[in-house]
């Protein structure tokens, strides 16, 4: 009977490990979907995974690494693309390096950016106040420019802070010393004679 209710439990476990995975790979976007990925439920910058990947997720505070090219351009519809991609770009970079979250960036290349996995290619709709906003970036954007960008992921990586070290690693060696210095301070043994029992 033990067994058998060990077994049972192996099997739900099993079980469950199944449904959580083919849940986060059911939540994950296909090719070809349209995304808010700004979350407000307007989809007024929008985004189309053109090739997925199943690599590293780009974080806040990462030094990102992208390839892109821009266009002028209100919708990711079939039509609307191939009409803008008719245009020369705005703008193409091969390689473009920026620290994600960082503000470095127009408002849409930081949340958008933030949904790419590592060798994900990716086409964004960015409504005027995800882009340049009223002001344009004249003489090439115009003033409220909806624009398109088809942006790939190279890299993603934890930022280097000092000698070589990435923040998180900064931050649990200072950790670590800070114990150390604890227990130093607080637990060394005394050289005076301990005291006697009465």
């Known amino acids: 009977r033990q067994q058998d209710r060990e077994m049972r439990a192996k099997v739900q476990l099993m079980e469950r490990r199944q ?3 083919e849940a986060i790979y059911a939540a ?3 090719k070809g979907e349209v995304m808010d990925f700004i979350g407000d439920g307007k989809f007024t910058s929008v985004k189309k995974i053109l090739e997925p990947s199943t690599e590293t997720l780009a974080l806040p505070g990462d030094d990102v690494v992208v390839e892109y090219v821009g266009w002028l351009g209100k919708s990711l519809d079939d039509e609307a693309v191939l009409e803008a991609k008719r245009q020369a770009p705005f703008d193409a970079s091969k390689r473009f390096t920026f620290r994600l979250g960082a503000m470095s960036v127009i408002p849409g290349w930081d949340l958008g950016v933030a949904t ?3 060798g994900e290619r ?6 005027p106040e995800h882009a340049y906003g009223a002001s344009g970036a004249p003489p090439v954007i115009p003033p409220n420019a909806h624009l398109l960008f088809e942006i790939k992921l190279l890299r993603a990586d934890e930022p280097v802070v000092a000698h070589g ?4 690693q900064l931050l ?8 150390v210095l604890y227990y130093t301070l607080f637990f060394t043994p005394s050289n005076e004679p301990d005291a006697p029992d009465l």
Do not use: T
């Open 19 to 21: 449904q959580d995975r």
């Open 28 to 30: 994950m976007p296909r």
């Open 116 to 118: 790419m996995r590592v």
């Open 122 to 127: 990716a086409l964004f709709c960015l409504a």
């Open 165 to 168: 070290l990435s923040l998180p």
């Open 172 to 179: 649990g060696g200072l950790v670590a010393l800070g114990l």
